[in-house]
C-alpha cells in the first residue's frame, strides 16, 4: 500500500519521532508505514487521516 506520510510530515516540518508523539507509536512503526514495510492497522490510519485534516483515501491508496 503507498502512502502520502512521508510528505504530510515534511510540510509540517515535523521528524518521524514528532509524528510517532502525536500517534502514540514508535518511530520505528513511522519508518515502516512511511516505506511500505507496514500496513497500519484500520484504527492507526483514521488517527493518522485525522490527524493531517485528511480521509483516509487521501493518504493512503492501493497503488
Known amino acids: 500500500m503507498k502512502n502520502r506520510l512521508k510528505v504530510l510530515r ?3 516540518d515535523w ?3 514528532d509524528l510517532a508523539a502525536r500517534l502514540d507509536v514508535s518511530r520505528q512503526s513511522v519508518n515502516a508505514i512511511e516505506t511500505g514495510k ?3 492497522s484500520l484504527p492507526l490510519a483514521f488517527r493518522i487521516a485525522r490527524l ?3 480521509t483516509i483515501e487521501e493518504v ?3 497503488v
Do not use: I, K, V
Open 15 to 17: 521528524s518521524q519521532a
Open 38 to 40: 507496514y500496513d497500519p
Open 52 to 54: 493531517f485534516g485528511l
Open 60 to 62: 493512503f491508496s492501493e
Open 10 to 12: 515534511a510540510e509540517r
